[in-house]
């Protein structure tokens, strides 16, 4: 049972920057699609990012494309999420996600997702 635990949410200003971490557990080999997510009051959780845990590769939303970076550690057991540039719509509760296999061209739905965390809020004020 893979089982997700982030961490690193809180509250910065504008401009400012935070960085999230998602520790990892119960995973049998290296082939998972990683992802963060968010949902902020009112909205459908949205993809932000993706990564192939075995490959490297990275996908981004339109909207934190060029802002955000994800990543992992060596050990496929730590997942990452700079954020740079933040602004106030980037508020939101954000999740880290795991699905067995290859990342699809459908990583941003939220229904293709197996394995979830508990989530960690971040909030932006102007």
């Known amino acids: 049972q893979v089982q997700l635990v982030e961490s690193g949410g809180g509250s910065v200003q504008a401009g400012g920057s935070l960085r999230l971490s998602c520790e990892a557990s119960?995973?049998?080999?290296?082939?998972?699609?990683l992802g963060w997510f968010r949902q902020a009051p009112g909205k459908d959780r949205e993809g932000v990012a993706s990564i192939s845990a075995s490959s490297g590769t990275t996908h981004y939303s339109d909207s934190v494309q060029g802002r955000f970076t994800i990543s992992q550690d060596n050990s496929y057991k730590t997942l990452y999420l700079q954020m740079n540039s933040l602004n106030p719509e980037d508020t939101a509760i954000y999740y880290c996600?795991?699905?067995?296999?290859?990342?699809?061209?459908?990583?941003?739905?939220?229904?293709?997702?197996?394995?979830w965390g508990q989530g960690t809020q971040v909030t932006v004020s102007s």
């Open positions: 119960g995973y049998r080999n290296s082939r998972y699609c």
């Open positions: 996600a795991a699905d067995p296999g290859s990342c699809t061209t459908t990583w941003f739905r939220p229904s293709g997702w197996q394995y």
